[in-house]
């Protein structure tokens, strides 16, 4: 088995069919299908049941969980695939041929430990954003500080989470994002990209409301207490949004000559008030 793709499930019956619907339309068939349903009261259990026929190999409970990582774990352990995606319910793949062609690249990369793809944005009033999160850049600590990899559009080797363990179940929202700092940065691994649309991301989920945000930050933060020396943390906490700024800046030549140019005078003109200031103070 090449992959398994886990959904998870909490009384949303409208976005687990529209999930399962686009996974059973996949053109290729090299694939586990995992559903992990957390005792839902809705019509969850229904959707699943009138939907099981269509995939070859479909895996489900629906129990009571302990969270959303403690599903995700669920999911893995019961996986058998090479590789995991994660697909939560109300997220689509984007398109019938999504499977197919992401294991077509992931042989030509030769097998990388993670691949992913471009995750579009669907936001309630219609808009869509193509999301390329790192691109194929090197992901580096500053990135990770200030950002991500998105979980949706990724291809996980199974072997990973026995390496490094699962998702920390204690974090309520960031445990992809400890275990991606744990696993890049920390460990090595160097992620794979893929420029393809791999998934169609609900924008309405549990990390975009405002409670959620404050959330963010501070697990993010006590992540980073957790794992990252006082001695690094310090510079980045102090100097990671002027880097990005500088990193964007860079994008642009005229724009970054421009600001060369303002520094290099505001740097003269403060070597200037002090050379003017010790002459003063010397007489």
């Known amino acids: 088995m090449r992959l398994s793709i886990i959904t998870i499930n909490r009384n949303n019956a409208a976005g687990l069919e529209k999930t399962m619907r686009s996974v059973a339309a996949q053109t290729a068939k090299e694939f586990e299908y995992i559903v992990i349903d957390g005792a839902s009261t809705d019509e969850s259990v229904a959707v699943i049941e009138s939907l099981k026929t269509e995939f070859a190999c ?18 893995i352990r019961m996986s058998s695939g090479d590789y995991i995606q994660i697909l939560n319910s109300a997220d689509c793949l984007a398109s019938e041929h999504v499977i197919e062609r992401m294991l077509a690249e992931v042989g030509k990369l030769g097998n990388p430990s993670i691949v992913y793809g471009n995750m579009i944005k669907c936001f309630p009033d219609g808009k869509m954003i193509v999301d390329k999160c790192f691109a194929g850049q090197e992901i580096t600590m500053l990135g990770m500080y200030i ?13 990973l989470f026995e390496k490094y363990g699962y998702y920390d179940e204690s974090l309520k929202i960031v445990s992809d994002w400890k275990w991606y700092l744990q696993a890049i940065i920390l460990g090595g691994e160097k992620p794979k990209y893929v420029d393809l649309d791999v998934t169609l991301f609900d924008m309405t989920g549990i990390s975009e409301n405002a409670n959620s945000k404050l959330m963010i930050r501070e697990e993010r933060q006590q992540v980073l207490d957790e794992l990252v020396p006082s001695v690094y943390l310090r510079d980045y906490q102090q100097y990671a949004d002027d880097i990005y700024l500088m990193r964007r800046i860079h994008r642009h030549p005229w724009v970054y000559k421009l600001v060369w140019f303002a520094e290099r005078c505001l740097f003269k003109m403060e070597k200037w008030k002090i050379n003017n200031k010790n002459r003063q103070e010397w007489g």
């Open 58 to 75: 479909l895996k489900w409970v629906s129990e009571p969980d302990k969270g959303i990582y403690n599903a995700m774990n669920k999911g």
């Open 147 to 159: 950002g991500t990899l998105n979980h949706d559009p990724a291809y996980i080797s199974r072997d």
